[in-house]
């Protein structure tokens, strides 16, 4: 699982409150909260 503010990699992370996908493309991109329901927990 990842949280807000973490820098876990590229990839897509699924919001495990409301299941909104959000894409990091780069490495150095930080989780920004969910910008459906402003969840921070994700799983990748
Ligand atoms: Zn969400």
Do not use: A
Not at 21 to 35: A, E, Y
């Amino acid at each position: 699982m990842s949280t807000t503010g973490e820098k876990p990699g590229k990839g897509i992370y699924t919001c495990l409150n409301c299941l909104q996908k959000v894409v990091l493309d780069d490495d150095t991109d930080t989780l920004p909260p969910c910008p459906r329901c402003k969840g921070t927990e994700y799983t990748p």
